[in-house]
Antibody, heavy 127, light 106 residues
Framework: QVQLQESDPGLVKPSGTLSLNCAVS?????????WSWVRQPPGKGLEWIGE???????NYNPSLKSRVTMSVDKSKNQFSLKLTSVTAADTAVYYC????????????????????WGQGTLVTVSS | DIQMTQSPSSLSASVGDRVTITCRAS??????LNWYQQKPGKAPNLLIY???NLVSGVPSRFTGSGSGTDFTLTINSLQPEDFATYHC?????????FGGGTKVEV
């Protein structure tokens, strides 16, 4: 049974870098799936941050693209997120998730879902 | 970006009620619409994908419908464990976007 577990960075200072890992168990990160990060500010909706494939191919949300870097560590079966120049607006619960895709033509897939998700980790940006 | 609008943002219901949640896309997304259930302090859980396909293990009282811009999640005979927040998500185009959520309360 696949399980995902985010690391817990806790508090990050404004203008600093948020770093998160997602450890995957029960499933190889080198499978045919992509892996994604989604965040949820307190009391608000969900925002897709981006996704990564085990070959290090990435797709980022344009709203965050200039500040986001994702990577994969196949030896540890985990993937990571770095978000630079953080502000209070980046305070959120961050989730990692496995991505399912169907109806793909080239690099474009029309049916994309997240399942399962990690439990989430609250990252607070504050001095 | 495709904007996803859910209505209502919250609703009150009782056990046994039939509940309907609506999700509207700012442009046509065919049937590339997913629904998630989220309980307090927990991660979202996929319920329905491609507008009407129930995920294995999800009770049949959950049904999804719609295409184009208008979609509906219906819960028939609401159960105590169904009180939660429901989110829709489009995957027709990147960036993937979610609705604001609908909280189903007692």
């Amino acid at each position: 049974q696949v399980q995902l577990q985010e690391s817990d960075p806790g508090l990050v200072k404004p203008s600093g870098t948020l770093s998160l890992n997602c450890a995957v168990s029960g499933y190889s990160i080198s499978s045919t799936n992509w892996w994604s990060w989604v965040r949820q500010p307190p009391g608000k909706g969900l925002e897709w941050i981006g996704e990564i494939f085990h070959t290090e191919r990435t797709n980022y949300n344009p709203s965050l693209k200039s500040r986001v870097t994702m990577s994969v560590d196949k030896s540890k079966n985990q993937f990571s997120l770095k978000l630079t120049s953080v502000t209070a607006a980046d305070t959120a619960v961050y989730y990692c998730a496995r991505v399912g895709k169907q109806y793909c033509s080239g690099d474009t897939c029309y049916s994309v879902w997240f399942d399962p998700w990690g439990q989430g980790t609250l990252v607070t940006v504050s001095s | 970006d495709i904007q996803m609008t859910q209505s209502p943002s919250s609703l009150s219901a009782s056990v046994g009620d039939r509940v309907t949640i609506t999700c509207r896309a700012s442009q046509s997304i065919s049937t590339y619409l997913n629904w998630y259930q989220q309980k307090p302090g927990k991660a979202p859980n996929l319920l329905i994908y491609n507008a009407l396909n129930l995920v294995s293990g999800v009770p049949s009282r959950f049904t999804g419908s719609g295409s184009g811009t208008d979609f509906t999640l219906t819960i028939n005979s609401l159960q105590p464990e169904d009180f939660a927040t429901y989110h829709c998500q489009q995957s027709y185009s990147s960036p993937l976007t979610f609705g604001g959520g609908t909280k189903v309360e007692v």
